[in-house]
């Protein structure tokens, strides 16, 4: 009689079962390793996401990308509902393809992360005629259209040579390179070298390169429940990081993970602005600062061939910002920043 | 009831099973661009063919903006010349390598284990390793293509050698000939078509390493552009340019063959390749 009756409810209770666990969204998220996304790493391994997500009633899958373009190429392709980016490749990549994004966190800009780097020179203008050696069409190649910009040289006056940013170190140690444009950890390595002097970094056009956690519009419109995790789950990390009782464990967490030791994280935290807390993050995504970088990373973007062969102009993609206002083309609008999540965690109403 | 095996298709059936698999995949391409592209026009993923024709328009036909180069001859000839000055460089050593050490035991003993050793290294392995040692610039990318099939055409060559008859060799003796004349009058000769044979099949070796070496450090080159077209996801350049590496590929394959069949038919008749199954 219990056989049998078992044997009749067994397959019903796990069909529900595994039916309620259905019914709960998934997403996921991917991030690559990075000094200003290494949050991520620690809310995942930690629990906290997961403690964030189940407050929600909703579950975020954390993946780690070997290949920071990777990650936003499968973004783009549809495999991600968020990733980490940073303002110009969003732009480039993912925004130009047609593919709606808001900028749901702005964690922080890079302030002396990215560096312009010559061998046997101590002045930028000594760059003239040189071959430098950077990632093409990455930040550190906007970094230095800033940087000749502001000796009053342009690009043709440099030769530009694409280097994997996997190799830079080796690179430069091999000896044949006169000039180096790169991020850290690598240019604190290379700039250990005698030979080797900083002479532009981001910190000499501050607020410039963002770095971002990213969602798409209509599945961020759909579950606002996602941007409210999402949220939740970052400030709470960057809290503890601001903790002297536990930064130093957090740090070393944080460390381990992206290949290095805790001085050497705090290294790349000094030349890193981290937003400390969700009011900066607002105060900053409300001010002018985004607007007049994201004009200018537009006509880079525009003037390299990176929104694409139908751009007719730098504002071909539209980008709309916190006030509601557009910058580009209205009816193409694929860019959003928001405070809107980030005001919810001022507001404590998470 | 004709059996499968003996099934022939006529010639013009023939022709057409050749084109048809090309057909197939070139219009399900098709059916899934346009319906991305339905669904969202920006799309950069599956591009339709007006969009690459387009992109490699611009590429081939309209000087560049910046440097005033035309891109894709500029990329083409550069890469060309790596991979002839590489491949070049690989064979030449290869068949000093191989000529020695498959005619003379004394050096067979001691260089025939090593090149075994080094040819079973698997190439990308090598690349930062070669980096490192040999720096960045067109001489390193032309010595990584020599080193990715250099030890596997040595080998070859060796083998090659081995197979030659010993007749051959005990009669070119007793005739008086001395050890480089027996190399230089009846082992080279043998040997050169069997070496063109052998940069015909270690290409596709030598076109990855190229496209390697270039998305890692260079200037301009056919592997540099997909690999920088890459950051931003302009397939429409990409899958045109793979294309081109492949029309590449297969031009030089088919040169390789016709120039073993003009400069040494005596092989293929030596082969019995006239017959055709």
């Given at each position: 009689?219990?056989r049998s009756a078992l044997v009749v409810l067994l397959p019903i209770v796990l069909l529900a079962a595994?039916?309620?666990?259905?019914?709960?969204?998934?997403?996921?998220?991917?991030?690559?390793?990075?000094?200003?996304?290494?949050?991520?790493?620690?809310?995942?391994?930690?629990?906290?996401?997961?403690?964030?997500?189940?407050?929600?009633?909703?579950?975020?899958?954390?993946?780690?990308?070997?290949?920071?373009?990777?990650?936003?190429?499968?973004?783009?392709?549809?495999?991600?509902?968020?990733?980490?980016?940073?303002?110009?490749?969003?732009?480039?990549?993912?925004?130009?393809?047609?593919?709606?994004?808001?900028?749901?966190?702005?964690?922080?800009?890079?302030?002396?992360?990215?560096?312009?780097?010559?061998?046997?020179?101590?002045?930028?203008?000594?760059?003239?005629?040189?071959?430098?050696?950077?990632?093409?069409?990455?930040?550190?190649?906007?970094?230095?259209?800033?940087?000749?910009?502001?000796?009053?040289?342009?690009?043709?006056?440099?030769?530009?040579?694409?280097?994997?940013?996997?190799?830079?170190?080796?690179?430069?140690?091999?000896?044949?390179?006169?000039?180096?444009?790169?991020?850290?950890?690598?240019?604190?390595?290379?700039?250990?070298?005698?030979?080797?002097?900083?002479?532009?970094?981001?910190?000499?056009?501050?607020?410039?390169?963002?770095?971002?956690?990213?969602?798409?519009?209509?599945?961020?419109?759909?579950?606002?429940?996602?941007?409210?995790?999402?949220?939740?789950?970052?400030?709470?990390?960057?809290?503890?990081?601001?903790?002297?009782?536990?930064?130093?464990?957090?740090?070393?967490?944080?460390?381990?993970?992206?290949?290095?030791?805790?001085?050497?994280?705090?290294?790349?935290?000094?030349?890193?602005?981290?937003?400390?807390?969700?009011?900066?993050?607002?105060?900053?995504?409300?001010?002018?600062?985004?607007?007049?970088?994201?004009?200018?990373?537009?006509?880079?973007?525009?003037?390299?061939?990176?929104?694409?062969s139908g751009a007719s102009g730098p504002g071909f993609v539209g980008i709309e910002f916190a006030d509601?206002?557009?910058?580009?083309?209205?009816?193409?609008?694929?860019?959003?920043?928001?405070?809107?999540?980030?005001?919810?965690?001022?507001?404590?109403?998470? | 009831?004709?059996?499968?095996?003996?099934?022939?298709?006529?010639?013009?059936?023939?022709?057409?099973?050749?084109?048809?698999?090309?057909?197939?995949?070139?219009?399900?391409?098709?059916?899934?661009?346009?319906?991305?592209?339905?669904?969202?026009?920006?799309?950069?993923?599956?591009?339709?063919?007006?969009?690459?024709?387009?992109?490699?328009?611009?590429?081939?036909?309209?000087?560049?903006?910046?440097?005033?180069?035309?891109?894709?001859?500029?990329?083409?000839?550069?890469?060309?010349?790596?991979?002839?000055?590489?491949?070049?460089?690989?064979?030449?050593?290869?068949?000093?390598?191989?000529?020695?050490?498959?005619?003379?035991?004394?050096?067979?003993?001691?260089?025939?284990?090593?090149?075994?050793?080094?040819?079973?290294?698997?190439?990308?392995?090598?690349?930062?390793?070669?980096?490192?040692?040999?720096?960045?610039?067109?001489?390193?990318?032309?010595?990584?293509?020599?080193?990715?099939?250099?030890?596997?055409?040595?080998?070859?060559?060796?083998?090659?050698?081995?197979?030659?008859?010993?007749?051959?060799?005990?009669?070119?003796?007793?005739?008086?000939?001395?050890?480089?004349?027996?190399?230089?009058?009846?082992?080279?000769?043998?040997?050169?078509?069997?070496?063109?044979?052998?940069?015909?099949?270690?290409?596709?070796?030598?076109?990855?390493?190229?496209?390697?070496?270039?998305?890692?450090?260079?200037?301009?080159?056919?592997?540099?552009?997909?690999?920088?077209?890459?950051?931003?996801?302009?397939?429409?350049?990409?899958?045109?340019?793979?294309?081109?590496?492949?029309?590449?590929?297969?031009?030089?394959?088919?040169?390789?063959?016709?120039?073993?069949?003009?400069?040494?038919?005596?092989?293929?008749?030596?082969?019995?390749?006239?017959?055709?199954?």
């Open positions: 009689m219990i595994s039916g309620c666990a259905q019914e709960r969204p998934r997403f996921t998220l991917a991030w690559s390793i990075y000094v200003g996304w290494m949050p991520w790493e620690f809310a995942d391994a930690t629990g906290i996401l997961d403690r964030w997500a189940e407050r929600y009633g909703i579950e975020i899958d954390v993946v780690q990308v070997n290949d920071y373009i990777e990650s936003i190429n499968q973004y783009t392709a549809g495999q991600f509902d968020a990733v980490t980016a940073t303002n110009m490749d969003i732009l480039s990549i993912a925004a130009a393809s047609g593919v709606d994004t808001t900028a749901l966190i702005v964690g922080d800009y890079s302030n002396g992360n990215d560096v312009v780097m010559l061998r046997d020179a101590q002045e930028l203008a000594a760059i003239e005629g040189r071959r430098v050696h950077l990632v093409e069409l990455s930040v550190s190649h906007y970094l230095l259209a800033q940087a000749l910009e502001s000796v009053g040289l342009s690009e043709r006056d440099v030769t530009l040579v694409n280097t994997a940013d996997a190799d830079m170190v080796g690179a430069w140690a091999g000896g044949g390179v006169p000039a180096m444009v790169t991020w850290n950890p690598m240019a604190n390595e290379i700039l250990a070298a005698a030979d080797a002097h900083a002479v532009f970094d981001s910190s000499m056009t501050p607020g410039e390169i963002l770095d971002l956690t990213l969602v798409r519009t209509e599945i961020l419109e759909a579950n606002p429940d996602l941007g409210r995790a999402l949220v939740g789950a970052w400030y709470e990390t960057i809290a503890l990081m601001m903790d002297v009782q536990r930064s130093d464990e957090v740090l070393s967490h944080m460390a381990a993970a992206s290949g290095t030791d805790l001085a050497g994280y705090q290294r790349q935290l000094e030349t890193t602005r981290l937003f400390e807390s969700a009011a900066v993050a607002v105060d900053f995504v409300r001010s002018d600062a985004p607007r007049t970088t994201m004009e200018r990373v537009a006509e880079f973007s525009f003037e390299h061939d990176l929104l694409g509601g206002s557009v910058w580009g083309n209205e009816n193409n609008v694929k860019l959003r920043f928001t405070d809107r999540f980030m005001n919810m965690a001022v507001e404590d109403a998470l | 009831m004709r059996r499968l095996i003996n099934i022939r298709p006529s010639r013009g059936v023939a022709q057409v099973l050749i084109i048809l698999p090309f057909l197939l995949l070139l219009l399900s391409y098709n059916v899934a661009s346009t319906a991305r592209l339905a669904e969202n026009p920006q799309d950069r993923l599956l591009p339709s063919f007006a969009a690459m024709a387009d992109a490699m328009g611009g590429l081939a036909f309209e000087a560049d903006s910046r440097s005033g180069d035309y891109l894709l001859w500029v990329d083409t000839g550069a890469s060309l010349l790596r991979l002839a000055a590489g491949v070049a460089a690989g064979a030449g050593v290869a068949l000093l390598l191989g000529l020695l050490s498959g005619l003379l035991p004394v050096v067979r003993a001691s260089l025939s284990p090593l090149l075994a050793a080094v040819a079973m290294v698997p190439p990308l392995a090598m690349l930062p390793i070669l980096f490192i040692v040999v720096g960045m610039d067109e001489t390193a990318k032309i010595v990584l293509i020599a080193i990715g099939i250099g030890p596997v055409i040595a080998r070859e060559l060796e083998g090659r050698i081995r197979e030659i008859p010993i007749e051959e060799l005990i009669k070119a003796q007793t005739l008086g000939a001395g050890t480089w004349l027996i190399l230089w009058r009846v082992v080279l000769p043998q040997l050169l078509p069997r070496l063109v044979d052998a940069i015909r099949l270690s290409l596709g070796t030598a076109w990855l390493f190229l496209i390697a070496a270039e998305a890692i450090a260079a200037t301009e080159g056919l592997g540099y552009r997909i690999f920088l077209v890459r950051r931003y996801l302009a397939m429409d350049v990409i899958l045109p340019y793979v294309a081109w590496i492949t029309l590449l590929a297969w031009l030089t394959d088919f040169a390789l063959r016709r120039l073993n069949a003009r400069l040494f038919p005596w092989l293929g008749l030596e082969r019995g390749e006239g017959e055709q199954r």
